[in-house]
C-alpha cells in the first residue's frame, strides 16, 4: 500500500520531535526551508504540519511558525486497576499531591448512587490537584474527587493524602478494589476545576467517572477526575 507523502513527511518530523531534534517550544524549519530540505512542495509539507497539529505534535502560531508541543502525560488508567501512586511508580515518574478537601459529608447524588447509599448515608469526600515533577512545567495533570462510604471506611479523615495511596488504604481494610466501571467523555470543566489545572475557561478536559467494586460487588469509591485535554494521553489495551 503507497503511504501519501505527507503522511512520510509527518512521520519525518515527529521522529525528529521524539528524538529531541526539535525540543519541547523550539520552532522547526518554516515550510519554505522544509520543502527545500525534504525535496517536496509546500504544500506537501503543509498538510504534514496540519496532520501533526491534529495529533497536538505541533503547534501551529500564525505570524510566528510551528513550534514542536510538549508531550503529552500518558496515562494507563484506562487499561488497568491501580492507584495513580502506582502507575506514577511504575513509569518512575515522581507524583506531588495537593490535598484540597477531606471531609465526611452527604453525597451528590451521582456519588450515592454510585456506591448505593440510601439518603442521610455519609460518605467520605477526598479532592486533590497532582502534578507530576518536571513533567509539562510542572502543570497540574489531574484534578480527582473520590468518595468512600464513612460507614465502609469510618477513619479516613484521619490519614494525610498528600503522601499516602488510597487504594493501599482500602486494602489495608479489606476493601481492595477488584473490578471498575469507568465512563470517559470530554467536557467543558467547571470553573474552579480549570482555575486548579492552570487551563482557560474554555479549554476542554477528559473526564472519568469511575466506580470500585470488591471481589464480592461492594461498591466502596466512586471518583471524578479531570484530565486537561492539551496535555492529556491515554493508553487503552484490549485482549481478546
Known sequence: MNIPLYHQIADRLRTGIASGAYPPDSRLPTEHELAAQLGVSRPTVRQALDLLAREGMVVRVKGSGTFAAEPKVVHGSTSFISGYREE?????????????????????????????????????????????????????????????????????????????????????????????????????????????????????????????????????????????ASRSSFQIEIER
Not at 484534578?143 to 469510618?154: E, G, I, M, Q, R
Not at 473526564?207 to 486537561?228: C, H, R
Open 88 to 228: 506514577c511508580h511504575k513509569k518512575r515518574r515522581t507524583l506531588r499531591t495537593r490535598v484540597l478537601y477531606l471531609h465526611a459529608e452527604e453525597p451528590d447524588e451521582r456519588a450515592a448512587d454510585a456506591l448505593r447509599l440510601d439518603p442521610g448515608q455519609q460518605a467520605t469526600r477526598l479532592t486533590r490537584v497532582r502534578h507530576l515533577e518536571n513533567v509539562n512545567g510542572n502543570a497540574p495533570v489531574v484534578y480527582t474527587t473520590v468518595s468512600v462510604p464513612l460507614a465502609l471506611f469510618p477513619d479516613m479523615c484521619r490519614l494525610d493524602f498528600t503522601d499516602a495511596s488510597l487504594y493501599d488504604a482500602l486494602d489495608r481494610k479489606g476493601l481492595s478494589v477488584a473490578r471498575a466501571s469507568r465512563r470517559l467523555e470530554v467536557v467543558m470543566p467547571p470553573a474552579e476545576v480549570a482555575r486548579e489545572l492552570h487551563i482557560g475557561s474554555f479549554e476542554p478536559a477528559v473526564f472519568i467517572s469511575s466506580t470500585g467494586y470488591t471481589k464480592l460487588g461492594q461498591a466502596v469509591e466512586y471518583s471524578e477526575s479531570y484530565y486537561p
